[in-house]
């Protein structure tokens, strides 16, 4: 059973930068799609990027709008979201999840292995 940490949460301000990331143990994750979903307060958990197994399918969210980067570095376990010029909308809870394909995470990611996320918080 792959188990997954998040980290890099945090209270920032409009416009300010987090860099998220994601370290699997218990066994190397090199044959799963990586992804981030996120969680703001009354909310449902939304879909927010995605990297495949190979690390050259990316997805991402539309409301990304090319703030977001998804990072993968198979060989050591672990995948980062670049996240840039924040806005209060970017505020929730932050998981990580894998998944055998990317086309599961970025459909929801069902049946996906979750961390236990991180918080964001954007100050306006």
């Known amino acids: 059973q792959v188990q997954l940490a998040e980290s890099g949460g945090g209270s920032v301000q409009d416009g300010e930068s987090l860099r998220l990331s994601c370290v699997a143990s218990g066994r190397a994750f090199g044959s799963y799609a990586m992804g981030w979903f996120r969680q703001a307060p009354g909310k449902e958990r939304e879909f927010v990027a995605a990297?495949?197994?190979?690390?050259?399918?990316?997805y991402y969210a539309d409301f990304v709008e090319g703030r977001f980067t998804i990072i993968s570095e198979i060989g050591k376990d672990t995948v980062h979201l670049q996240m840039d010029n924040l806005t209060s909308d970017d505020s929730g809870v932050y998981y990580c999840v894998i998944d055998p394909t990317v086309t599961a995470i970025v459909e929801g990611a069902k049946e996906g292995n979750w961390g236990p996320g991180t918080q964001v918080i954007v100050s306006s």
């Open positions: 990297v495949s197994v190979s690390g050259f399918g990316i």
